[in-house]
Nanobody, 118 residues
Framework: VQLQASGGGLVQAGDSLRLSCAAS????????MAWFRQAPGKGRELLAA???????ISSASAKGRFTISRDNIVSTVYLWMNNLTPEDTAVYYC?????????????WGQGTLVTVSS
């Protein structure tokens, strides 16, 4: 099983960004996928999760600005982020688990760094 996150970078406050996470090695299983982030000096935070069929849960931090989606055909999950602020600076991780409420998630990507300048 492999999760490959991409799309991070340096952006300015107010910009939008789309993160992608390509999954491979799951065979016929139908994992839930999620995005987490870890800001400097803080713990890892769940942003949003999506089931195989598209059921979504979102944290308070994500609601209104971040949207999770997935394309099961290409085994990829996305995180669309709008109106970014410097407080969104963090390493963003994708994860896969048995369901959207999994704790902990079983598989993790390597993380992609998002830096938002003011």
């Amino acid at each position: 099983v492999q999760l490959q996150a991409s799309g991070g970078g340096l952006v300015q406050a107010g910009d939008s960004l789309r993160l992608s996470c390509a999954a491979s090695g799951f065979g016929s299983s139908t994992p839930a996928m999620a995005w987490f982030r870890q800001a400097p000096g803080k713990g890892r935070e769940l942003l949003a999760a999506i089931s195989w069929r598209g059921t979504i849960i979102s944290s308070a931090s994500a609601k209104g600005r971040f949207t999770i989606s997935r394309d099961n055909i290409v085994s990829t999950v996305y995180l669309w982020m709008n109106n970014l602020t410097p407080e969104d600076t963090a390493v963003y991780y994708c994860a896969a688990g048995a369901n959207i409420s999994a704790d902990p998630y079983s598989y993790w990507g390597q993380g992609t760094l998002v830096t938002v300048s003011s």
